[in-house]
């Protein structure tokens, strides 16, 4: 399969393998992406994913532009479809993190080039580490195309409007430092050492209250969606539904008794 999805110790590791075409997801690539994400999120046994790409060269190209051209049915025919295949004129659907609603912490671990889509997907996960070979890139202007899963929303988000724009309307490909610099990546470390650096902070997500987890990412998203009032309202009524939590408690019990906590997601 062109992407796969590994599992241990609470921590799914998904990789694009498509290393002929530098990680480029086609459309059906595109759909065995989705499946995965929705595979994780519902299993009870992961608590943090890691997407990666297969190789040196490439977290992930975009859009595999040989596979993406236009068919015989319109956007608008498509567009009230709930079920987007391969061959759906919006198979960009498939990687659309807002739509998926994926409720567990995703890591992109991102060594090589990030362009287009890539480093939309990139954009799209809960936070992202580099290597000091990466390179990212919303391209999309340079083939007459605009991002088209939230990358430009994101990238406004992330960064000072200026930076951005500059980004966006360039078409302009950015190496690591420079997304370090200015926040679109939280580390950046050698390649060898890209993997074992995700692991180790999935590993220390995975270690903590799952619903708790949950909750913070749910929390953290509606920063971005609502007034402050509102959001703060909001986290006061999930801390409320935490507060007799089966972990919470657990939480406290272990902190008294100086040992490690053992969360059940209750």
Same mark, same amino acid.
């Given at each position: ?7 241990? !110790? ?5 990789? /694009? ?8 997801? %086609? ?10 994400l ?5 299993d009870?046994?992961?608590?943090v ?7 040196e ?15 015989? *049915? %319109? ?14 004129? @919006? ?8 739509? @998926?609603?994926? #409720?567990?912490?995703?890591i ?9 889509g890539?480093?939309? /997907?990139? @954009? ?27 990358? /430009?929303?994101? =990238?406004?988000? %992330?960064?000072? *409007? ?16 420079? +997304?370090?610099r ?9 390649? !060898?050492? =890209? ?15 799952? @619903? ?21 309202e ?9 507060? +007799? #939590?089966?972990?919470?408690? !657990?939480g ?15």
């Amino acid at each position: 399969m062109t992407v796969n999805l590994e599992s241990a !110790e609470g921590v799914a590791v998904i990789t /694009i393998d498509r290393q002929a075409r530098r990680n480029a997801l %086609s459309p059906a690539a595109m759909v065995r992406l989705r499946e995965l994400l929705v595979t994780f999120d519902q299993d009870p046994q992961s608590r943090v994913a890691i997407i990666v790409g297969a190789g040196e060269q490439a977290f992930c190209a975009g859009a595999d532009i040989h596979e993406t051209l236009p068919g015989d *049915r %319109s956007f608008i025919e498509g567009y009230f479809d709930r079920d987007i295949d391969a061959h759906h004129p @919006l198979y960009v659907r498939n990687i659309s993190f807002a739509r @998926l609603a994926i #409720s567990k912490p995703v890591i992109a671990a991102v060594n090589g080039v990030a362009i287009g889509g890539g480093m939309e /997907i990139a @954009l799209n996960c809960d936070l992202c580490i580099a290597s000091t070979n990466a390179r990212f890139g919303l391209t999309e202007v340079r083939i007459g195309s605009i991002p088209a899963v939230a990358g /430009i929303q994101q =990238l406004m988000h %992330s960064l000072p *409007r200026p930076v951005a724009m500059q980004l966006l309307l360039t078409g302009q490909i950015v190496d690591a430092e420079w +997304a370090l610099r200015w926040g679109l990546v939280s580390e950046v470390v050698k390649p !060898e050492a =890209l993997m074992p650096r995700a692991l180790d902070i999935a590993h220390a997500i995975a270690a903590n209250a799952p @619903l708790a987890v949950r909750a913070a990412k749910r929390l953290a998203q509606k920063s971005h969606a609502l007034p402050f009032g509102e959001a703060a309202e909001i986290e006061e009524l999930l801390w409320g539904h935490l507060y +007799a #939590s089966e972990d919470r408690i !657990e939480g406290r019990r272990a902190f008294a008794q100086k040992r490690a906590p053992v969360y059940r997601g209750k």
